[in-house]
């Protein structure tokens, strides 16, 4: 990278009932000094899954270049690195392998409900859509 400080992604997932409850994601992308948050759910996951679809789609959304990536998932980080075996979510993991190929990433691995802001937020974000998919269930 060129004198530009790091593109940063802080990513992270969330099931109410784990598993097979309602489930969120989210993710915020910090670039200099501007920074946009986005999320999503499903009405019925896992928490390993919605951390994995969080970093997912994340890169899916991103370009070409050089990523430090933030996480509270041990599993996610451990995985994508190959420290650890892929064992479950292998479609998801078929789907990162593709957006991750033409990029170099850095992980990095933050203790949740630890204080750090863009965890925070993103933890909310991925918490909130979770809430929607559920109330959404109610609903109908």
């Not at 064992?87 to 691995?109: C, G, I, T």
Request: aromatic content about 8%; glycine content about 8%; overall charge positive.
């Amino acid at each position: 990278m060129t004198g530009r400080s790091p593109t940063k992604i802080y990513t992270d997932g969330s099931c109410l009932k784990n598993p097979g409850g309602a489930s969120g994601w989210s993710f915020c992308v910090i670039n200099d000094d501007r920074a946009w948050l986005v999320s999503g759910g499903v009405a019925s996951s896992t928490n390993n899954r919605m951390e994995l679809l969080a970093v997912v789609e994340a890169l899916d959304t991103v370009r070409q270049g050089c990523y430090e990536i933030y996480t509270d998932s041990l599993m996610t980080m451990n995985c994508a690195k190959g420290t650890w075996k892929r064992k479950a979510n292998l479609d998801l993991w078929e789907r990162y392998d593709q957006v991750s190929k033409d990029k170099v990433l850095r992980w990095n691995w933050v203790k949740a409900h630890n204080g750090d802001h863009y965890n925070e937020l993103v933890d909310i974000a991925a918490r909130t859509e979770a809430k929607k998919q559920k109330n959404k269930n109610i609903v109908q």
